[in-house]
């Protein structure tokens, strides 16, 4: 019992230092001023109309995020529990995660910029140079593509532990393909959907690098305003209380998408 809990002080350890105090320290600098408690942040924040209109952006970014890699992820999730190698493929699709998000932002700008690669192959079927980048089209392009495996690996996995006896049994009973996607494989890999939303939704709320480098700065979410009060205006109260409301919108995304309602919803 001592061994297991010597090994457990490094990750304690690790949480406490880079996970409790920075918290304490958000939510502490968003209710004190001067070492007095005041809700003078939160009542600015909710007071104002341009933070109000930055909340309902970022949502709104995050759900067609959320909802264009759910489209894309989940037929790719099948296909791959059909292929033979799936583990290779699968792989491949995890290789870019490993890439560092500011090295693939600059890899779009080159092929959304004015003269990149895209335009130029445009341009081979007469399409004039088209200002692609600095749009919300491009900003939300390159954010799909990069939350794309975050949602494409809980659907897999989902996917795999569904049991071939249950889908034979289904032939057997005369459904067809769309009847056994519809009762069978979608509600089982229900929960491996909402883990998807989850690790797609929740960091799509707080984006700040791509709206700067992708989106020039006409793509405006929270995350933007976080950056701006804590490295521009040096208003780190105000900073600290958009984080707290994204924390709290953070916990109510994973209530929602809590376990519990996979396997329920083919009762």
């Given at each position: 019992?001592?061994?297991?809990?010597?090994?457990?002080?490094?990750?304690?350890?690790?949480?406490?230092?880079?996970?409790?105090?920075?918290?304490?320290?958000?939510?502490?600098?968003?209710?004190?001023?001067?070492?007095?408690?005041?809700?003078?942040?939160?009542?600015?924040?909710?007071?104002?109309?341009?933070?109000?209109?930055?909340?309902?952006?970022?949502?709104?970014?995050?759900?067609?995020?959320?909802?264009?890699?759910?489209?894309?992820?989940?037929?790719?999730?099948?296909?791959?529990?059909?292929?033979?190698?799936?583990?290779?493929?699968?792989?491949?699709?995890?290789?870019?995660?490993?890439?560092?998000?500011?090295?693939?932002?600059?890899?779009?700008?080159?092929?959304?910029?004015?003269?990149?690669?895209?335009?130029?192959?445009?341009?081979?079927?007469?399409?004039?140079?088209?200002?692609?980048l600095f749009t919300n089209f491009s900003f939300i392009f390159v954010a799909s593509y990069i939350e794309l495996p975050f949602m494409i690996l809980p659907i897999f996995n989902a996917l795999e532990e569904i049991s071939p006896l249950q889908?034979?049994?289904?032939?057997?009973?005369?459904?067809?393909?769309?009847?056994?996607?519809?009762?069978?494989?979608?509600?089982?890999?229900?929960?491996?959907?909402?883990?998807?939303?989850?690790?797609?939704?929740?960091?799509?709320?707080?984006?700040?690098?791509?709206?700067?480098?992708?989106?020039?700065?006409?793509?405006?979410?929270?995350?933007?305003?976080?950056?701006?009060?804590?490295?521009?205006?040096?208003?780190?109260?105000?900073?600290?209380?958009?984080?707290?409301?994204?924390?709290?919108?953070?916990?109510?995304?994973?209530?929602?998408?809590?376990?519990?309602?996979?396997?329920?919803?083919?009762?």
């Amino acid at each position: 019992m001592k061994n297991k809990t010597f090994y457990l002080l490094p990750y304690l350890f690790w949480l406490t230092l880079f996970v409790f105090l920075p918290l304490i320290l958000i939510v502490y600098q968003a209710f004190f001023t001067n070492g007095h408690l005041t809700l003078v942040n939160f009542h600015d924040f909710f007071k104002s109309s341009v933070y109000l209109k930055m909340t309902f952006n970022s949502i709104v970014y995050a759900l067609i995020i959320t909802l264009i890699t759910f489209v894309i992820s989940y037929p790719t999730a099948y296909i791959l529990t059909t292929l033979r190698h799936k583990e290779l493929w699968l792989m491949l699709i995890v290789l870019p995660t490993w890439i560092n998000l500011l090295l693939k932002a600059y890899a779009f700008i080159g092929l959304f910029a004015t003269h990149g690669e895209v335009n130029h192959f445009l341009g081979l079927f007469g399409v004039a140079p088209k200002q692609l980048l600095f749009t919300n089209f491009s900003f939300i392009f390159v954010a799909s593509y990069i939350e794309l495996p975050f949602m494409i690996l809980p659907i897999f996995n989902a996917l795999e532990e569904i049991s071939p006896l249950q889908l034979a049994a289904s032939s057997d009973l005369g459904a067809n393909g769309w009847q056994k996607l519809r009762y069978i494989i979608f509600p089982l890999s229900l929960q491996g959907v909402k883990s998807g939303f989850q690790a797609v939704f929740i960091p799509s709320l707080s984006l700040f690098m791509l709206t700067r480098l992708i989106g020039g700065n006409r793509v405006i979410t929270l995350g933007t305003a976080i950056e701006e009060h804590f490295l521009v205006t040096q208003n780190w109260g105000m900073g600290s209380a958009i984080g707290v409301v994204l924390i709290l919108a953070m916990l109510a995304t994973m209530y929602l998408t809590r376990e519990g309602g996979g396997h329920e919803a083919i009762k």
